[in-house]
């Protein structure tokens, strides 16, 4: 089973699950795994590492529309290197800092690879679920998309320094917690926005209709990608943490003008299925 057919099956056990990040008491906490074999490519610096992991998780918190409060982190490798740990313990706080968030310490583990545990805390009195996007809305995106599979492969021709630097991305706390205001649904992209989209249309049980173009990121320009290879790194490759919403089409200028980010209308709300340009797009996206 993948992580998806699991997922689906764990619904039944766990009914108030489901979305970016669970809710109790007005506070929203999730948490997430990576591993260096999977998640961190050649090249990849503890610094960058630390940064990544905590904000995959304030990623999620953005996502339910809450303000950042705490993260926490289990660092695991098989051996300790003082420098190593301690980068990786400046790159979290530094993304931290950058969501107003603290990051509080967590845990160390030997274990046979380099593996982060990280967990994040938010508190929020309005979460925006993934189960309120309505036919006529229009479906927004913050940011743009394929900063990862770039990165990816600025790794893959050693280009590390600016793999690295792609890799540091921005978790969208405070875009997310101004999108409260106007979103009936979101989620951040991290399995690519195909996937969220079709993973939000289950949840709100409605249909997209995507238009081109899409707000890719411009290092596509630098890459030299062609059309072909800007879906595949734009639309499927995933783990970029934009967050996807949805909202009212009157609301979306007025939620341009409150975000500090670039927040672009993509497409439509719709009854049945995921479309892009007239055609259905797969439910194809990053898996663990």
């Not at 099956?9 to 074999?37: F, K, N, R």
């Not at 051996?79 to 509080?104: I, K, L, N």
């Not at 309120?132 to 600025?154: I, K, S």
């Not at 989620?187 to 995507?210: T, V």
Request: charged share 20%; with cysteine.
């Amino acid at each position: 089973m993948d992580e998806r057919a699991v997922l689906s099956q764990l619904s039944t056990y766990l009914p108030d699950a489901g979305d970016d990040a669970a809710v109790v008491d007005d506070l929203v906490i999730t948490t997430d795994m990576l591993h260096e074999s999977t998640d961190f490519p050649d090249g990849t610096t503890r610094y960058t590492a630390g940064w990544r992991a905590v904000g995959a998780s304030l990623s999620d918190v953005a996502a339910m529309g809450a303000d950042g409060v705490a993260a926490v982190a289990v660092y695991a490798a098989p051996t300790f290197s003082w420098e190593e740990v301690a980068s990786f313990v400046d790159g979290a706080q530094a993304v931290c800092e950058s969501g107003g968030t603290a990051y509080v310490g967590g845990d160390l583990d030997n274990h046979e690879e380099f593996t982060v545990v990280s967990t994040a805390i938010g508190r929020t009195t309005k979460p925006v679920l993934r189960s309120g996007a309505t036919p006529g809305d229009t479906v927004c995106v913050t940011g743009a998309l394929g900063r990862t599979g770039a990165a990816c492969e600025f790794f893959a021709r050693g280009e590390t320094e600016r793999g690295n630097n792609l890799f540091q991305f921005s978790p969208r706390l405070t875009a997310g917690k101004a999108l409260a205001d106007y979103a009936t649904a979101m989620m951040d992209s991290s399995d690519g926005l195909a996937r969220s989209l079709h993973q939000l249309a289950e949840a709100s049980d409605c249909g997209f209709a995507i238009d081109s173009p899409l707000p890719f990121t411009e290092a596509f320009e630098t890459l030299g990608f062609d059309t072909q290879q800007r879906r595949k790194y734009g639309i499927f490759f995933g783990e970029d943490f934009e967050l996807v919403c949805t909202m009212p089409p009157e609301a979306v200028e007025e939620a341009q003008n409150a975000l500090a980010v670039s927040l672009t209308p993509i497409g439509t709300v719709t009854e049945q299925r995921v479309t892009l340009d007239g055609e259905d797009l797969p439910d194809s996206g990053y898996t663990h």
